[in-house]
T-cell receptor, first 113, second 119 residues
Framework: AQTVTQSQPEMSVQEAETVTLSCTYD???????LFWYKQPPSRQMILVIR??????QNATENRFSVNFQKAAKSFSLKISDSQLGDTAMYFC??????????FGTGTLLAVQP | GAVVSQHPSWVICKSGTSVKIECRSL??????MFWYRQFPKQSLMLMAT?????????EQGVEKDKFLINHASLTLSTLTVTSAHPEDSSFYIC???????????????FGPGTRLTVL
């Protein structure tokens, strides 16, 4: 069975600085997708970034980028130039052949002014 | 974009009553929807996969007679919590997959969630 692990329950970063959120996963599948979702206080789930496992190039979306290490089964999220609006719970998620999303336990990120 | 709505956003009910939560895909047809449950400060746990025109597939440990799912049309799935009890109080979230050919690889779009409080 697939598992997703986020080892940082809470993180804090100063506005305009950079922060990295960690995620590791376990799977025997070769083709899969990885995601980072943001859940602000409104609790609406928002897709931040996605990575296809067959792509070696790390995904980037504006200030958000990932470090995808397939062999190590690691998928970290880097947020550059942190903004107050980035304050939220961040979930790492795995999707394999079943199309089901398996979420990590989340990291609560607080951006400090 | 792809928009998923949920209704109601917040519901309070008495113990023993049933509550229905609706999940709608507003601008696309969704053959597959998912229902999640989220306890405070915890992650999303998949409850079931809802397929249009067929029975839902429930995850292990989820009582199918307790959480009735109906996906009668391509834009609507409903979750009914039957004979609700205080332990059913939670945040329920649905998601829908874009049809093949639209958007990226079966991306899931989430509804805003429904907070259920059972007294």
């Amino acid at each position: 069975a697939q598992t997703v692990t986020q080892s940082q329950p809470e993180m804090s970063v100063q506005e305009a600085e950079t922060v990295t959120l960690s995620c590791t996963y376990d799977t025997s599948e070769n083709n899969y997708y990885l995601f980072w979702y943001k859940q602000p206080p409104s609790r609406q789930m928002i897709l931040v970034i996605r990575q296809e496992a067959y792509k070696q190039q790390n995904a980037t979306e504006n200030r958000f980028s990932v470090n995808f290490q397939k062999a190590a089964k690691s998928f970290s999220l880097k947020i550059s130039d942190s903004q107050l609006g980035d304050t939220a719970m961040y979930f790492c998620a795995f999707r394999g052949a079943t199309n089901k999303l398996i979420f990590g336990t989340g990291t609560l990120l607080a951006v400090q002014p | 974009g792809a928009v998923v709505s949920q209704h109601p956003s917040w519901v309070i009910c008495k113990s023993g009553t049933s509550v229905k939560i609706e999940c709608r895909s507003l601008d696309f047809q969704a053959t597959t929807m998912f229902w999640y449950r989220q306890f405070p400060k915890q992650s999303l746990m998949l409850m079931a996969t809802s397929n249009e025109g067929s029975k839902a597939t429930y995850e292990q440990g989820v009582e199918k007679d307790k959480f009735l799912i109906n996906h009668a049309s391509l834009t609507l799935s409903t979750l009914t919590v039957t004979s609700a009890h205080p332990e059913d109080s939670s945040f329920y979230i649905c998601s829908a997959i874009l049809p093949t050919g639209r958007g990226s690889a079966d991306e899931q779009f989430f509804g805003p969630g429904t907070r259920l409080t059972v007294l």
